[in-house]
């Protein structure tokens, strides 16, 4: 109403002075009027566009680390860089959900067989390079997929968007680039970490359990995961985590079944040890503990676990290091390192309180162990 108002109330004694006055204030409002929505586009479009081009740089940095460090390992061997390439492109399709009965098993199939897929074919194209410098590249192709996808579907959306002049679409776009960009960029720093064989945030679990390991004897509990035994005041302890110091998860919940239903069948409690993404406002490096399974991915390891404890009876606690998802994927931090003294005393006061003495515990540390021993 105030525009309205306004015109009117103008007086002069120069009828120039008041037509572009009247021109001054009429002219924008009917520019926004009929043209608003598309100055908004041709807005939003310049910013995803050049938020766009900085992935597709980030996607071609990544590109870049992997196919230098397959260089290194494999000089002059062009199919093999050309079939890691390939491999950036590889899909998964997740089982069908309309019968929910018996989904997670066949979506444990599913990502079986993807797993054993990828480090065949890496395995076949280094043979002479070591488990480590393997499994190396076998994360370093999935950070450059990740990108890869990312960059695909955002360029999807913007050109759906651009063609069909969606705002809305656009304006959505728009508002999560940033956070996105902010990913891609731990990614493609992540793949420096990895190149160099660095421990990630991530693996905070493995080394807190790892150190407890240290001067025990260890052996295999199944693909890729590594058992020891020890004792706290008067309670036996069953030590868990993936073998290091390749860049792996391993198959925890696969071991814990082995260690409670096979090995050992008296286990009274479980803790998991694991990093858990902080909200805005928490430090970096506190320690919180609760109760339930403490693992990420796809909730396949989680329900297993999970189903494993509620047939058995058995009580499961965790304990968590607080980071982000850019320190979880990134060299691990001065303050998550540090937290380990703190996760210790965490574990033996949760250990004190939850179980008799004479009873057996299972530790299990959460994470990727790469640059992590045990």
């Keep these: 109403m105030l525009v309205f108002q306004l015109a009117p109330s103008i007086n002069s004694s120069n009828p120039l002075v008041t037509i572009l006055t009247q021109v001054l204030v009429w002219v924008p409002w009917i520019i ?26 980030l996607r071609d940095k990544s590109k870049q680390v992997l196919m230098g460090y397959v260089a290194a390992k494999a000089p002059g061997d062009a199919a093999t860089a050309a079939r890691l390439e390939e491999f950036l492109e590889y899909f998964t399709i997740p089982p069908v959900g309309l019968d929910p009965v018996g989904v997670v ?42 990108l890869n996808q990312i960059f695909k579907v955002i360029r999807h959306y913007y050109i759906l968007g651009k ?9 959505q776009l728009q508002m999560i680039m ?26 905070i679990g493995p080394i ?9 004897e260890k052996k295999e509990m199944g693909e890729e995961t590594v058992m020891a035994e020890s004792e706290y005041k008067g309670r036996k302890l069953v030590l868990v985590k993936a073998l290091g110091p390749e860049g792996s998860v391993g198959e925890i919940d696969d071991a814990l079944e082995k260690v409670v239903k096979k090995t050992y069948k008296d286990v009274s409690s479980i803790i998991m040890i694991d990093a858990a993404l902080k909200l805005e406002g928490e430090k970096t490096g506190d320690v919180s503990e609760g109760v339930g399974a403490a693992i990420g991915g796809y909730g396949i390891e989680k329900f297993k676990i999970e189903q494993l404890a509620y047939d058995k009876k058995i009580p499961i606690y965790a304990i968590v290091v607080r980071e982000s998802i850019i320190e979880a994927i990134g060299a691990m931090r001065k303050e998550i390192a540090e937290s380990i003294k703190q996760v210790h005393e965490t574990l033996f006061r949760v250990i004190e309180e939850s179980s008799p003495e004479g009873a057996r515990v299972v530790v299990v540390g959460v994470g990727n162990t790469l640059g992590v021993g045990q």
């Design 105 to 146: 098993k066949r979506f444990d199939h599913i990502l079986t067989t993807q797993d054993k897929r990828i480090r065949r074919e890496v395995g076949e194209a280094f043979q002479k390079s070591d488990r480590i410098e393997r499994s190396i590249i076998e994360n370093m192709v999935g950070v450059a997929a990740a």
């Design 208 to 216: 807190a359990v790892g150190l407890l390991m240290k001067d025990k």
């Design 178 to 203: 940033p956070m996105l960009i902010k990913q891609a960029d731990a990614l493609v720093n992540a793949m420096t970490t990895l190149e160099l064989g660095q421990p990630l945030g991530d693996g």
């Design 32 to 57: 926004l009027i009929f043209w608003g929505q598309r100055i908004q586009v041709s807005i939003s479009l310049g910013q995803v566009s050049r938020s766009l081009a900085r992935l597709k740089m």
């Design 163 to 171: 063609k069909g002049n969606n705002i809305y679409l656009l304006a």
